[in-house]
């Protein structure tokens, strides 16, 4: 069964940046959609960003808005967050998520792409201080 592989993650200083990346283990057809989730210790997981296949429809939370980007590459069916000015709030486990191929989405919307991920990596950690 193909999985998602995260890197990227790592100890960073506040106001650096960091890339993620996520590409499956093994060969799969395109994904519907890709994007990030990020979980901290006693809390919930807190979807961060989603990223339609055709890279026209990206969604963020309001808390990585101005400071994250998502981006994905269709031929390596591949997706990366850079994250940019990062902040201690930062610091979690980062998750990479999919949408299988044949996913049917009506309307995609922010919550419709966030909710068609459902196949998830291992998580890459994230922190974020001096």
């Known amino acids: 069964q193909v999985q998602l592989v995260e890197s990227g993650g790592g100890l960073v200083q506040p106001g650096s940046s960091l890339r993620l990346s996520c590409v499956p283990s093994g060969p799969t057809s395109a994904y519907y959609a890709m994007g990030w989730f990020r979980q901290v210790p006693g809390k919930r997981r807190e979807p961060i960003s989603c990223?339609?296949?055709?890279?026209?429809?990206?969604y963020y939370a309001d808390s990585v808005k101005g400071r994250f980007t998502i981006s994905r590459d269709i031929a390596k069916n591949a997706v990366y967050l850079q994250m940019d000015n990062l902040k201690s709030d930062d610091t979690a486990v980062y998750y990479c998520?999919?949408?299988?191929?044949?996913?049917?989405?009506?309307?995609?919307?922010?919550?419709?792409?966030?909710?068609?991920?459902?196949?998830w990596g291992e998580g890459t950690s994230v922190t974020v201080g001096s």
């Open positions: 998520a999919a949408a299988p191929p044949g996913t049917v989405v009506v309307t995609l919307t922010r919550e419709a792409c966030f909710n068609a991920l459902i196949t």
């Open positions: 990223i339609s296949r055709s890279d026209h429809n990206q």
